[in-house]
């Protein structure tokens, strides 16, 4: 079966991938102030978010439109000094370990022969070695990927422990030591002021992997946790504290940002849970439903109904999902076909297949990477069912991703793994605000901020910035990270907390300068 689900893009004939440089507007003959603020050396802390990371990728341009850039670029009218960030060695993005590609280039999107627009990567070899190390010190110590417990981990900037995982590519470029921390750096630079956003990969990766990864909660060793696994909230608790009160140490000031639900991201709403519209079954349809009807019945005589699958004639369908969370029947089902009439290996086939299946409905979530996945035959399956026995074309027809074979766990977030997401993140923000309030400092809302984004949008200069994936402005192509357009909306937000925090009236900038479109084919913004 072709593969007809596509990103729903709309693009203008005349989206170009770079704009004009603008100057952020100041009133003329306006004094602006620090009030309580010592902007002299900023230090922003944080993960990807506070790196400037965009389409799936970290390169000079979107470095350059990060949102402590931004910041950095305003405190410079109230005092604020020279603000230094560790730039990668090209705009293509992706990373080399010893000339070995370990992260590769950014994504820009692609119109095929039949005008389907959809991301790619950028073409070309990146040239930013990882074991070139740069020296002095950075104002911005955003590590794409860290967690919270990361950012005290001693030797997470030591190359050698790059490829097992024990350290991170991004950190080794630009650490004072093998075995120095992200907070040493940080605070040996004795900054005056200081954000922090950390916190978001602790429930991300979980996310993203589409739940691949438990909640660690109750364990309060990281050093065990699975790369996907969801952080402890006492184990959160207790880093956040320490890295707050190591800032302080030589800051005056400080503004903290909470965590934004992750599932608010075009990653999770671009892909509808009803993709499979009547045209893309095509002559298959009837005959699906003739098979799906004899497992049906086998599901209601085991008293699970609601596991019924079929696909409509008239309106768009869900996909068949494994749902780790059901009861498994792959026994009992087995046991049931075969007494219905099956031979004894198709019965243990479609016992095994569907003993956790069902169809997708809209509670659940499927992740942007599943949009060139549906409809396409899974080779692993396909692979093993050829040496079972299984002839060719059969195994082919039962290994159709949604379709004949369930969508696997890294490509939906079922209900409960929602669930997971959502407590985690209430905690950790719970834990931020409050260490804000303790501390007196400035404390911005990205949740609220990014879900006004997702439900209806924001208003600036006049215009309007969306979660639509690729043309609503704030999301770059990963679906995850933001546009310069979107971190200029958090810049200005961060701004305004400042602002009423210490009594300084520091300029918000226009976001309209900023570009929320995404780059086109192989043109490089420079």
């Known amino acids: 079966m072709k593969n007809t ?14 704009e004009p440089e603008f100057e952020n507007s100041v009133e003329e003959n306006e004094i602006y102030t620090n009030g309580n603020a010592d902007f002299t050396t900023y230090v922003a802390v944080g993960n990807s978010l506070t790196a400037g990371f965009a389409d799936n990728a970290l390169y000079q341009q979107g470095q350059k439109n990060s949102y402590p850039n931004i910041l950095a670029g305003q405190f410079e009218l109230v005092g604020g000094g020279e603000f230094v960030q560790p730039l990668t060695a090209d705009n293509l993005g992706g ?5 070995e590609v370990i992260q590769n280039t950014r994504l820009v999107l692609d119109v095929d022969a039949s005008g389907n627009p959809s991301p790619v990567n950028i073409s070309g070899t990146p040239t930013t070695e990882i074991t070139n190390t740069l020296s002095g010190s950075f104002n911005n110590m955003g590590v794409p990927g860290a967690k919270s417990f990361h950012l005290v981990a001693e030797g997470y900037g030591n190359v050698s422990g790059v490829l097992s995982g024990q350290a991170n590519p991004y950190f080794v470029r630009f650490r004072s030591s093998e075995n120095t921390t992200v907070m040493a750096d940080a605070v040996a630079q004795n900054p005056t002021f200081f954000s922090l956003w950390i916190g978001n990969n ?3 990766s979980f996310a993203t992997s589409g739940g691949i990864g438990v909640s660690q909660e109750g364990n309060f060793d990281p050093a065990t946790y699975g790369s996907n696994d969801i952080t402890d909230t006492n184990v959160f608790a207790g880093v956040y504290s320490q890295e707050v009160d190591a800032l302080l140490a030589s800051a005056t000031g400080g503004v903290l940002l909470n965590i934004p639900s992750v599932t608010d991201t075009p990653y999770f709403t671009t892909v509808p849970t009803s993709p499979l519209g009547p045209d893309d079954l095509g002559d298959q349809l009837e005959t699906l439903n003739a098979t799906y009807a004899l497992l049906n019945q086998a599901f209601a005589f085991l008293g699970f109904p609601e596991r019924s699958i079929e696909f409509s004639a008239t309106a768009a369908s869900g996909v068949v999902v494994q749902d780790e969370s059901l009861v498994d029947i792959s026994s009992e089902l087995t046991q049931v076909l075969m007494q219905g009439g099956l031979d004894a290996q198709t019965a243990a086939i479609y016992g095994f297949q569907y003993g956790q299946a069902r169809q997708s409905n809209e509670s659940d979530l499927l992740v942007l990477t599943s949009a060139s996945v549906i409809g396409v035959v899974n ?3 396909y692979q093993q069912l050829v040496s079972l026995g299984v002839p060719e074309t059969i195994a082919g027809q039962l290994s159709i991703n949604g379709v004949t074979y369930p969508m696997q766990d890294q490509y939906v977030l079922i209900p409960s793994e929602q669930e997971m997401i959502a407590e985690a993140t209430a905690s950790f923000n719970a834990t931020i605000e409050n260490i804000a309030t303790a501390n007196g400092l400035a404390f911005v809302d990205a949740n609220t901020l990014l879900s006004n984004v997702a439900n ?4 600036y200069d006049g215009g309007l910035i969306t979660s639509e994936f690729a043309t609503g402005g704030a999301f770059s192509l990963d679906g995850v990270h933001l546009t310069p357009r979107g971190y200029a909306i ?15 009236t520091v300029p918000v900038v226009n976001v309209g300068n900023y570009s929320g479109d995404p780059s086109i084919g192989s043109g490089i913004t420079e």
């Open 202 to 204: 602790d429930v991300l």
């Open 379 to 381: 080779t692993d399956r």
């Open 95 to 99: 990373l080399l370990l010893q000339g």
């Open 456 to 459: 209806g949008g924001v208003v």
């Open 5 to 18: 689900i596509k990103y729903t893009v709309l693009l203008a004939l005349g989206l170009v991938a770079c």
């Open 490 to 504: 958090i810049a200005n937000e961060i701004i305004e907390a400042i602002n009423n925090t210490y009594n300084s």
